[in-house]
């Protein structure tokens, strides 16, 4: 049996005029994470969130009683230089830090924002540090990234906690579901079937069966739980088509 289902609604869909009480409503209606997307504009070309909003918000959602437990700030790490912001979002109140491959195997091994270095790190290494800081971490590929660059690093003394299969091309929301990038969570949920895997870009109600057919678990919905006119309803339906397939 896959892990349990959770729920990471996006709140790059939220109404940032009022996001913390947006968040502690989201979490009302059901859902298990938040999902908190984090881009540099280089990494990606958007702009959205820095630590400083993560640390507002943390305050409206009351931390996870146990890993992985319910308020998890879950945050998708779009950035050139993963490693250099640990530390800070860590402050911030971030629970599960999911950086992506793509960038980890070309950043440095600079530890803060202000900090300059010519070595550089790797996934494994960058996997360590997060967990030394105490937390969760999770490790994210493109659409256009193979997945078994994977097998080595979910080998490895230091696993991730956390696999993001990206569903669409990361930086903007609202983009259409990717269903060939399926087969690449198929690959891992039988490599290892206690993995939690996070599928994230046009999930909904019409999408949901396939990505939970595939293996996914971790479902991040953005406008389709933002948007709807009943977004409990809209939770409820995405845990169920992952729950009757576990």
């Not at 879950?74 to 971030?94: L, R």
């Not at 990361?170 to 690449?184: I, T």
């Not at 895997?197 to 996914?216: C, F, H, N, Y």
Request: proline residues 6%; aromatic residues 6%; charged residues 25%.
């Amino acid at each position: 049996m896959s892990p349990q289902a959770i729920i990471a609604p996006s709140i790059l869909s939220a109404d940032f005029a009022a996001l913390g009480a947006a968040c502690s409503d989201t979490i009302t209606h059901g859902a298990d994470w938040l999902h908190i997307d984090i881009m540099d504009g280089h990494f990606v070309p958007n702009l959205t969130f820095g630590p400083s909003v993560v640390t507002k918000i943390r305050s409206h959602v009351d931390r996870p009683k146990s890993a992985r437990g319910k308020g998890t700030f879950d945050c998708h790490m779009m950035i050139a230089e993963p490693k250099k912001w640990v530390q800070e979002f860590q402050k911030a109140g971030c629970d599960l830090y999911c950086f992506h491959y793509e960038a980890a195997v070309t950043s440095t091994a600079a530890e803060s924002p202000a900090d300059y270095s010519e070595s550089k790190t790797s996934p494994k290494e960058l996997i360590q540090y997060i967990h030394d800081q105490g937390m969760l971490a999770g490790i994210a590929i493109k659409p256009d990234t193979p997945v078994d660059v994977l097998w080595d690093i979910l080998e490895g003394a230091e696993k991730p906690d956390m696999v993001l299969v990206m569903t669409v091309h990361p930086g903007f929301g609202g983009q259409k579901f990717m269903a060939s990038e399926l087969p690449k969570v198929k690959a891992l949920r039988q490599r290892y079937p206690d993995l939690d895997i996070e599928v994230d870009g046009g999930l909904g109600e019409g999408t949901i069966d396939q990505a939970a057919e595939a293996g996914a678990n971790v479902i991040v919905a953005g406008s389709a739980v933002f948007g709807a006119k009943d977004p409990a309803d809209v939770i409820s339906i995405l845990r169920e088509a992952v729950e009757k397939r576990r």
